[in-house]
């Protein structure tokens, strides 16, 4: 069993940046792949960044290429996703997973076995 738990969201105005947090607990967390995904209201969810075991292989959307990076600190079982030069467009609910099955970790968001509760982004023009 894994559990995640989002902070970090919040209202920012375009161009400004905002960090999110995904702390985790259950399982070890160097075990397993982590990823970061968004759900804009009548959008489908799309996978932003993720990021394998160790934290030396990344992924990122080309929509957040750039712009956002993800790390983890796996001493304190937290994967981080700092979003820079945020657009309107970036307004979503932002998920953290966990994906024990594929060690880069998965852009299928139905690869992945456990899910936080989401936070919000809301980035105003």
């Known amino acids: 069993q894994v559990q995640l738990v989002e902070s970090g969201g919040g209202l920012v105005q375009a161009g400004g940046s905002l960090r999110l947090s995904c702390a985790a607990s259950?399982?070890?967390?160097?075990?397993?792949?982590m990823g970061w995904f968004r759900q804009a209201p009548g959008k489908e969810r799309e996978c932003v960044a993720t990021?394998?075991?160790?934290?030396?292989?990344?992924y990122y959307a080309d929509s957040v290429k750039g712009r956002f990076t993800i790390s983890r600190d796996n001493a304190k079982n937290t994967v981080y996703l700092q979003m820079n030069s945020l657009k309107p467009e970036d307004t979503a609910v932002y998920y953290c997973?966990?994906?024990?099955?594929?060690?880069?970790?998965?852009?299928?968001?139905?690869?992945?076995?456990?899910w936080g509760q989401g936070t919000q982004v809301t980035v105003s023009s």
């Open positions: 997973a966990a994906d024990l099955r594929n060690s880069v970790g998965s852009r299928y968001g139905n690869e992945y076995d456990y």
């Open positions: 259950g399982r070890t967390f160097s075990s397993y792949a």
């Open positions: 990021i394998n075991r160790s934290g030396g292989i990344t």
